[in-house]
């Protein structure tokens, strides 16, 4: 089982509709969970870490779940610029800060 | 404030010819993290270090890779030998500690091509 599970998508939707990522992961004594963005060939961004109650940034809603192990992201009246593959990330703990991440799911908003 | 800093952006090596990447963190972070991501695939961790000192080294392949971090000067990653399978775009990370409680800043990233 892979550390860090995440839909590879690609989700196609249209502009103003809001779209949910889901992950998972492995390790029951993970510590801190992040959502970055990539956008093509180019580097990752730290978008938000994610709590156990939850936090909110402007359109963007974070989610962590550890009974289940369980992180999601809500991105509400997606925007064309938000079209970019959503990295999910896990911090072991022990791990030293060395952060574990998902493959990614692939985001399109369009017109 | 200048970021994390990696160069070259773009390297092109023949195989059998060594890659030196080199990576400059944030003023004020002395940990340095270094990824390497293949075509349609994650970030792989490859390996930690702190100033003069390889902290976690388990994601480096066994042979031609080699890391530091030197009191002086940015953090080099060296392959040597290198072949069409070290194509990648390697992804140098810098945080100022270990709590984690927070993420890393990535630099731009140096994409080696062998050809």
């Known amino acids: 089982r892979k550390e860090v599970e995440q839909d590879p998508g690609p989700f196609n939707v249209p502009e103003g509709a809001t779209v949910a990522f889901n992950c998972t992961y492995s390790?029951?004594?993970?510590?801190?969970f992040f959502w970055y963005r990539q956008d093509c060939r180019k580097e990752p961004k730290l978008l938000m870490s994610v709590y156990s109650s939850g936090n909110e940034d402007g359109r963007f809603t974070a989610q962590l779940n550890r009974a289940s192990q369980y992180i999601s992201l809500l991105i509400r009246d997606s925007k064309l610029s938000d079209s970019a593959t959503y990295l999910c990330v896990v911090n072991p703990r022990g791990g030293g800060n060395k952060l574990t991440f998902g493959t990614g799911t692939q985001l399109k908003v369009e017109l | 404030n200048a970021g994390v800093m990696q160069n070259p952006r773009h390297l092109v090596r023949r195989r059998g010819q060594e890659a030196r990447l080199r990576c400059s963190p944030m003023k004020g972070h002395s940990h340095v993290y270094w990824y390497r991501q293949l075509p349609e695939e994650g970030l792989k961790f490859m390996v930690y270090?702190?100033?003069?000192?390889?902290?976690?080294e388990s994601g480096m392949p066994k042979e031609r890779f080699s890391a530091e971090f030197p009191k002086e000067g940015p953090s080099i990653l060296r392959i040597q030998q290198v072949v069409r399978g070290d194509s990648a775009a390697y992804f140098c990370?810098?945080?100022?500690?270990?709590?984690?409680?927070?993420?890393?800043?990535f630099g731009s990233g140096t994409r080696l091509t062998v050809v």
């Open positions: 390790n029951s004594a993970s510590q801190s």
């Open positions: 990370a810098s945080s100022p500690r270990i709590d984690g409680d927070y993420g890393y800043t």
């Open positions: 270090l702190q100033k003069e000192n390889i902290i976690d």
